[in-house]
């Protein structure tokens, strides 16, 4: 009872500074780094969350390791559990969560620069926010390649063929020219990020690191375990004087190893950090309004 009562205190004070900040300079901007934690409210399970995450729970998919379903090696040898998992995961049969609604605020007021997302749902897109603002890091279904000669495909392509019943049932998505297997633009591991990553971050450092930036910008980065690189890196590679703040269940990353003295840390779940922010901004009404229209 103790522990949760420190806890509550210290997220209280991180909700009221980050109020303050943002409410100190009227036109400082957010940049959003986040993971699979921001949708696991939506119904979408994350990797690592102890009981409910995907890789506690693939067992029913053979896997000779949990990261083997988004392994490319794997992914050609044996094609079925990553088709399993995409049926499961495709997007349109979710809806954004509270956190995603808080984030298109931002766009609202005029006040978001950037989110990172290591999402594959593109529950970003479907809260409103425009795609200007948003950075795949990891891809998205809305198309294909070919794994060998890399021909590019349109989305129903492989969504089609999700239509199976069972594992042996699956008619796998194939080229049309050189009859390997098609795949979604997902990344997979062994996989180069989307140069839109790279360069998007490049321009966005810049304009952290220049002199005027220290209190223009914050960096709120939620619902991730910061595991997978090199998306990781970025909040270590935020400059010093840019004001970090991490939302999430545990602690994680940058924020454990390298912690700050002036970081913020919510321990607790995206939407109720959320639904406090937006108190505390004054914006609970529009927030209720974005979840409540959709
Ligand atoms: P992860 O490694 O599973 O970590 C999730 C983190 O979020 C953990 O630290 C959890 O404690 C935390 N968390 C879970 N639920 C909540 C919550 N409600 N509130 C606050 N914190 C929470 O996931 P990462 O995104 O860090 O790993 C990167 C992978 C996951 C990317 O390659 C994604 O493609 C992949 N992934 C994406 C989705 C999706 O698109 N929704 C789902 C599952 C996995």
Known sequence: MKYLVQHDDANLK????LGFLLRKTSGANVIFMVGAGISTSCGIPDFRSPETGLYRNLA?????????????DF??????????????????KFKPSKFHFFMKL????????????QNIDT?????????????EAHGNFASNHCIK?????????????????TEDSIDFARCDHCKSLIKPNIVFFGENLPARFFDTWEDDLETLEDKSSASEYIVIVAGTSLAVYPFASLPHEVPAKI???????EMVGSFAQEKRKTDLMFKGSTDDAAQRLAEEMGWSEKLKKLCNEF
């Open 149 to 165: 000669c890399k021909k590019q495909f349109p989305m129903n392509y492989f969504k089609e063929k999700l239509d199976f019943k």
């Open 14 to 17: 991180a909700v009221k500074k």
């Open 60 to 72: 029913k998919l053979n896997l000779p390791f949990a990261e083997a379903v988004f392994d490319i």
């Open 243 to 249: 004001r970090r703040i991490l939302i999430n269940k």
């Open 75 to 92: 992914f050609e040898e044996n094609p079925k559990p990553f088709y399993t998992l995409a049926k499961e995961l495709y997007p349109g």
């Open 123 to 135: 529950l970003e897109a479907q809260a409103g926010i425009n795609a200007e603002y948003i950075v």
């Open 106 to 117: 931002f766009q609202d007021e005029n006040r978001l620069r950037r989110i990172y997302t």
